[in-house]
């Protein structure tokens, strides 16, 4: 299911929707990370909407929330093989915007002088028809759970991390389906071959897009490829289905960035 473009996911891109703003209370979520996956449309070059994203868009969204913002990142996403693509793997941008508290990340939100969308630079086409589609997760900075940590030592290509956003399906509830995760599905997927570590978050609000984020890291994509192309079969939910048992949205990243906003400089990979 795609999560189309519109005024309400614009202002998600600029920093956070308000829908995700609420249901954990603040006290018991600490440090929050927002990820944004930015997902150009068919068509439309990744250079163009990079070009206004870091000629205009960032510059802005640093005026307007800087005051709150301890981290303002973005990773270009790795190409998706065909094979990646049949599990819902996309590519663009990947943007991780981290607060101090989630009492931050609200307050950031109402009576901001800089004003909506109105005062931003529209991208090409402007803001009804942009080029992109956003799909948005805020996270504690913490997974809420993490089935395995291995070692991911410095080396000379950067690892590769799948950045799983996804739903159980409709009609299946989040304790049943994180129960599931827990005590089934993450045991099982840790098992994998090759893979150094895999965490699981909860949003902060069970009412976004994507309420579940699960993070994957192997040594590159020979290695996920091997773990889940032809590879093990797990356990299938009560819902039933095939892996990755929900609808999801995904990218490949590294382990760095290549912008940092908030210093304004490029980082290598």
């Not at 897009?209 to 032809?230: L, T």
């Amino acid at each position: 299911m795609s999560f189309q473009f519109t005024r309400r996911s614009g202002l998600a891109l600029l920093a956070g929707a308000a829908a995700t703003l609420a249901a954990r209370p603040a006290a018991a979520v600490g440090a929050i990370k927002h990820y944004i996956l930015v997902e150009p449309k068919p068509g439309f070059d990744m250079l163009a909407l990079d070009r206004w994203y870091m000629t205009f868009h960032a510059p802005e969204v640093r005026r307007a929330f800087k005051a709150w913002q301890r981290n303002y990142v973005s990773f270009r996403s790795y190409a998706a093989p065909p094979e990646a693509r049949t599990l819902g793997v996309r590519e663009g941008r990947m943007t991780e915007i981290q607060f101090d508290s989630l009492a931050d990340f609200r307050e950031s939100r109402p009576n901001n002088v800089y004003g909506g969308l109105s005062s931003f630079t529209p991208p090409p086409g402007g803001w009804e028809n942009a080029p992109f589609e956003t799909t948005t997760a805020t996270l504690p900075v913490n997974p809420d759970k993490l089935f395995l940590s291995g070692p991911t030592p410095p080396k000379e290509t950067p690892y590769l991390r799948w950045i799983l956003f996804f739903r159980y399906p409709p009609g299946t509830a989040a304790d049943a389906g994180d129960a599931w995760f827990n005590d089934v599905h993450g045991p099982e997927l840790a098992k994998v071959k090759g893979l150094r570590r895999l965490a699981l978050y909860r949003a902060v609000n069970e009412t976004s897009p994507y309420p579940r984020v699960a993070e994957f890291w192997f040594d590159d994509y020979a290695a996920w490829k091997a773990a889940f192309v032809g590879g093990p079969r797990f356990t299938a939910p009560g819902w039933g289905g095939t892996f990755p048992f929900g609808e999801t949205r995904s990218m490949f990243i590294g382990e760095n960035p290549d912008i940092d906003f908030i210093h304004d400089r490029r980082v290598i990979p």
